[in-house]
């Protein structure tokens, strides 16, 4: 797949953008789900902007997904003044098929801990345990880490996914 072999995915990757479609929205639906679990068991997000960040949950999330068109048109015009060989379609299935990590394996975990370092923190702020906040922190830490390798593992499945469905080097 597009996580353990990726030149190889991509090399044999058939773009169509409805069912590239079809699996963004899949994609979209989990980072969904992952920000309704956020903001549903952390009371820090439910407090002025989150709050409203989270009343406009279904509109971003449109807007994000017709984002995913657009920059991926962007990028294109960039990969053919570089003299990429392949269309539309294709650096639209690199950007869909490349996000996976970042959203199914690490943003889903990243958020369940960061959710539970902010709850740690909550019951422990009138306790004075230095202790659970300590490991409360490094729950928060460790989350931020996974998105942070999430999203370099991203850019090097968007890296390798252009320049094999763009032949490019």
């Known amino acids: 797949g597009p996580i353990n072999e990726?030149?190889?995915?991509?090399?044999?990757?058939?773009a169509d953008?409805?069912?590239?479609?079809?699996?963004d929205l899949v994609i979209s639906i989990i980072m969904l789900v992952g920000l309704t679990i956020q903001y549903a068991f952390n009371p820090l997000l439910m407090t002025g902007i989150g709050a409203v960040a989270y009343?406009?949950?279904?509109?971003?999330?449109?807007?994000?997904?017709?984002?995913?068109?657009?920059s991926a048109g962007y990028?294109?015009?960039?990969l053919k003044l570089f003299g990429a060989k392949g269309g539309y379609k294709e650096t639209y299935a690199s950007?869909?098929?490349a996000s996976v990590p970042m959203t199914v394996i690490f943003y889903l975990p990243a958020t369940?801990?960061?959710?539970?370092?902010?709850?740690?923190?909550?019951?422990?702020?009138?306790?004075g345990s230095v202790s659970s906040t300590f490991g409360a922190s490094l729950l928060g830490i460790s989350g931020i880490i996974l998105l942070l390798a999430g999203a370099i593992w991203s850019i090097v499945l968007t890296i390798v996914?252009?320049?094999?469905?763009?032949?490019?080097?």
């Open 75 to 78: 990028f294109h015009l960039w």
């Open 112 to 127: 369940i801990l960061m959710t539970i370092s902010s709850l740690m923190i909550l019951s422990t702020l009138g306790l």
């Open 95 to 97: 950007s869909v098929y």
């Open 55 to 70: 009343a406009l949950g279904p509109i971003m999330w449109a807007f994000g997904l017709g984002m995913a068109f657009v």
């Open 17 to 23: 953008v409805f069912t590239d479609f079809k699996f």
């Open 161 to 169: 996914g252009y320049s094999k469905q763009h032949q490019i080097s």
């Open 6 to 14: 990726p030149s190889k995915f991509f090399s044999s990757l058939k």
